[in-house]
């Protein structure tokens, strides 16, 4: 039962161009929402997150949005660098009043590309 | 500071033979974790400890055993191990148990064989 999906396993960008990476959950008590970058060989590196009561949060060229009533969110990176090219994890969490112990939830991945 | 750290970075073992994949932070953070990374699954929570002595089972434990003694060290042993537990495996850490606030750091992780 996969409560955090990622449906496109993987994008294909130009330079300069937007990339928007997308990710739907199951769990209506997920009410904190993050992106973790991951490159070869590394671990994942956490890049930014939503809280539920937000529709939208902006870091620089990442912005995150959040469709409560679709059970949707999705990053966007403008513009996109080479460097941006990694695997995308998008995970949840259900915040339960602050005793969710940071149990995140997974989607399986989106690998980017950005070509130059 | 160094982080998070995990060794070793690469073991092979046979089926039946145990292990113990060793995580460090110096971070004095209170929560640490090990996901593991399959093909097609994303990362999924093993085990987790919101501080030394405490422990709880997460998504996949079964096969696992962790304690954690000290604020720095969280080992995940490997009891016998079996070719369903070839994975990648990373250790987390976080400063405060609750996550949504305060993001995971994660070591580079462990890539594990099991033949």
């Known amino acids: 039962d996969q409560q955090v999906k990622q449906n496109s396993p993987s994008l294909s960008v130009q330079e300069g161009r937007i990339s928007i990476l997308n990710c739907d959950y199951t769990n209506s008590m997920f009410d904190y929402f993050l992106w973790y970058k991951k490159y070869p060989a590394e671990g994942p590196t956490f890049l930014i997150s939503?809280?539920?009561?937000?529709d939208k949060n902006e870091d620089g060229r990442f912005t995150v949005f959040l469709n409560k009533s679709a059970k949707h969110l999705s990053l966007h990176i403008v513009p996109s660098q080479p460097g941006d090219s990694a695997v995308y994890f998008c995970a949840a969490l259900n915040n339960a009043g602050g005793t969710s112990y940071g149990k995140l939830t997974f989607g399986q991945g989106t690998i980017l590309t950005v070509h130059p | 500071n160094a982080g998070v750290t995990q060794t070793p970075k690469f073991q092979v073992l046979k089926t039946g033979q145990s292990m113990t994949l060793q995580c460090a932070q110096d971070?004095?953070?209170?929560?640490m974790s090990w996901y593991r990374q399959d093909p097609g699954m994303g990362l999924r929570l093993i085990h987790y400890s919101v501080g030394a002595g405490i422990t709880d089972q997460g998504e996949v434990p079964n096969g696992y055993n962790v304690s954690r003694s000290t604020t720095e060290d969280f080992p995940l042993r490997l009891l016998s191990a079996a070719p369903s537990q070839t994975s990648v495996y990373f250790c987390?850490?976080?400063?405060?148990?609750?996550?949504?606030?305060?993001?995971?750091?994660f070591g580079n992780g462990t890539r594990l064989t099991v033949t």
């Open positions: 939503i809280s539920s009561i937000k």
């Open positions: 987390a850490s976080s400063l405060n148990r609750y996550g949504g606030g305060s993001p995971l750091h």
């Open positions: 971070m004095n953070h209170e929560y």
